[in-house]
C-alpha cells in the first residue's frame, strides 16, 4: 500500500463513521447520545467526523493527489448541490414520500 492508497482508506473509513452516525441519528434522533460511549450527541458525532473527512481530504490535497479547488468552484460546487437538494426535495414532495 503506497501513501495515496493509505489516505483514501483513511477517506472511506471517515465516511463510512459520517454514515454511521446518520443512521444513528435517523433511528434515535439527533439530539440522542450513545449511553455506552457519551461521546456525544449524534448530530455533533456527524459533523465531528465530516470535519475528519475535511481534514482527510486535505491531506491528500498538501500531497497534490487529489486538486484544491479555488474558493469560487467551491462555492459554486456547494450551491449546485443545494439547488439540486432542492429540486429533488420537491419532487418528493410531488411523489408523496416526503411530508
Ligand atoms: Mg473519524
Known sequence: MNKTEYLLACLSEECAEVQKNVGK???FG???IDPNTKLGTNGELILEEFYHIC????????DGIIRKP????KREMENDKKKRVTKFMEYSKQKG???
Open 25 to 27: 441519528a435517523l433511528r
Open 55 to 62: 481534514a482527510v481530504v486535505e491531506l491528500l490535497q498538501e
Open 30 to 32: 439527533l439530539d440522542d
Open 97 to 99: 414520500t416526503l411530508k
Open 70 to 73: 479555488s474558493g469560487y468552484w
